[in-house]
Structure formats: C-alpha cells, structure tokens
C-alpha cells in the first residue's frame, strides 16, 4: 500500500524534474531563425598600422615668396655694393689697436661692451645700435612734417601766358598780366653757383661723423666699495655727461634682473649733472678723462654704432632670405 502510494506521489515530482530539465537547455541547443543569425554576426574590423610610412603633403609656397625673395637678394646686392660689412673703418681699428678697452661684440646682439682695468678699477663702458634705429625714425618723422608743411603753403595755381623767353628779361608785365621772369630769378635758390660752396662744406663736415647722439653708460666698480654710474651721451666728438649715480653694492649696478631695476630706481640718483657746481663739473669730467671716456671713445663710438648696425642690417637680411627661401 505504501509503495502504491510512493509511486502515485512521486510520479507528479518526476515528471516536473524531466519537463523542467528539458525546459532549461541552453541557448546554443535552440535553433534560431536565419535572420536573427545573421543579425548577431560580428562584424570583422579591418586592422590598420599604428603610423605611416607615406610622405606628408606639403602646403604649396606662398604666392608672393618669390617675389619677397628676389627683393631681398636685391637689397643684400645693393648693401654689399656700397659698403664691406666685415671690414671695419679705418678710424675704430685704430682706436681698437691704440686702446686698452677690449671689445666685447656678440653677433645679433644690439649692445657693445667695452672693458678695461685702472688700477683696483673695472671700467665698464656699454652702448647700443638701438640708438641709432631711434634717431633715424625721429629725422624720418621731422622730415615728413617739413613736407606736409611745404604743401600748405604751395601755390597750384598755374601761371598764365606760359614761360618766358630769355630777350624778355624784366621788362614789366606780358598782355596777360603776368611779370616777366629774369633766368637768374627763375633758378632755385639751391642750385645757385654762390650756395654750392657752402653746401659742399656743410656735407663734408656730416660726413666726418654721424651727428646722431650715442647714449654711453660708464660703470667704474672698485672690489667691496660698490660702483658709480655715469650716463653720458657721445656726439660731435665729445662726451657729455648727463647724471651721475653711486650704489652700494656693484651688482646693483651690473646686474640685469627685476630686482636689481627694482633697487636701482630706488636709490638717491643725485642731482641733474648740469646742476653740479661748475667746478665739480670739470673735476668729473676730467676724471672720466683719465679712465679713457674722452674725446677718441666719443669719436669711436658713433663710428662703430654705424658699422654693427650696417653688419647686423645684413645679416637680418640673409636670415630673412634664407627662412623664406626654406
């Protein structure tokens, strides 16, 4: 009887389990339609190298690069034509070789270091060619104005009558009103035989030597005992003071750092040297005088500043030349 009823309770358990074991076959036993099949199929990505051995494409050059380049071939000719940036004047390499400064000149740099010993002393003498790029653009800008100012007052209204021939000299007005001009009173003044005389003198004494203004500054430095400063300015062969400054510490004096700009400008500068009493004056002067700031440094620095600045004008030109044509 038991065994009857085992079997009547375990039937319904076995054949759940056999439903419930077919029921939970995996996926992969299921067949699946085509189309969901091809539905799931990865998709292959082609590979590719990580870099690329081809050549890159270069932009086409510029259209005026050729035309920028033969200009600048032609204003290098021109400047090697009219004056040999290597050789140095006859004047500065006779200073250079007479001098106990020794020159300090870095290619592409605008400033020039001279320095020499005086006793204990280091005399440090530093000037630039930007000096000389300032005064140019300041006679550049006085000549415009002189120009515009010779338009205001140029009378456009054409003469009646036309010229004049030479019998007509002076002899009152023509019938159309206008004065009869002499050949004399029609050349300009400036082409006049008694102005060419002078004219001829005055461009000999500009061509001695640039009339321009070199700022020169003096740094005379003893060990431990600071440094004093004089800003002088070189033109027509002299040196002329402008201010005298003395700082504690010499690297104050030397040293090209904010902090140091920072000290320096906040240091006592002293008086206006024209203020000086004029003895002091002269005692400075001549101090100067005896640690070579004089007459030959103030001839030779104009000099050399129109040198560099021509040598440095073509080697910016060959650079410039040089960076297009690459």
């Not at 004047?91 to 020159?103: A, H, K, P, R, T």
């Not at 006085?142 to 007509?168: H, I, M, V, Y």
Request: with cysteine; proline share 7%; glycine share 6%.
């Amino acid at each position: 009887m038991i065994s009857i009823r085992y079997a009547v309770r375990t039937a319904p358990r076995s054949l759940f389990r056999s439903s419930a074991s077919s029921s939970l076959r995996p996926l992969s036993c299921v067949s699946k339609p085509c189309f969901l099949q091809s539905s799931w199929t990865p998709v292959q990505r082609q590979s590719h190298p990580a870099f690329s051995t081809s050549i890159s494409k270069r932009e086409p050059a510029g259209e005026f690069d050729q035309e920028l380049s033969a200009k600048l071939e032609n204003e290098l000719s021109l400047e090697k034509e009219t004056r040999d940036s290597k050789q140095l004047p006859p004047g500065v390499q006779e200073f250079l070789d007479n001098s106990s400064f020794e020159l300090k000149d870095i290619p592409g740099n605008e400033e020039v270091i001279l320095t020499k010993k005086f006793g204990d002393e280091t005399v440090k003498v530093k000037f630039s060619i930007a000096d000389m790029n300032y005064e140019q653009d300041g006679d550049q800008e006085d000549g415009e104005n002189a120009l515009e100012d010779e338009d205001l007052f140029d009378d456009t209204t054409p003469q009646r009558g036309g010229a004049q021939s030479k019998g007509t000299v002076n002899q009152g007005r023509t019938p159309d009103g206008n004065i009869n001009v002499a050949p004399e009173d029609s050349v300009a003044p400036a082409d006049r035989p008694e102005l060419a005389d002078s004219e001829d003198a005055g461009a000999g004494e500009q061509a001695q030597s640039p009339a321009y203004p070199a700022a020169v500054h003096v740094t005379i430095s003893k060990p431990g005992k600071g440094a004093v400063q004089i800003v002088t300015s070189a033109q027509d062969g002299l040196i002329i003071i402008e201010n005298v400054y003395y700082y504690p510490k010499a690297e104050i004096a030397e040293a090209e750092t904010p902090e140091s700009d920072f000290a320096r400008a906040n240091i006592y500068a002293g008086p206006p040297f024209q203020n000086l009493d004029p003895e002091l004056q002269s005692m400075l002067e001549r101090y100067l005088d005896e640690r070579g700031i004089n007459e030959q440094l103030a001839s030779f620095v104009p000099d050399y500043v129109d040198h560099k600045e021509q040598r440095e004008y073509v080697q910016w030109l060959e650079n410039m030349k040089r960076f297009v044509d690459a």
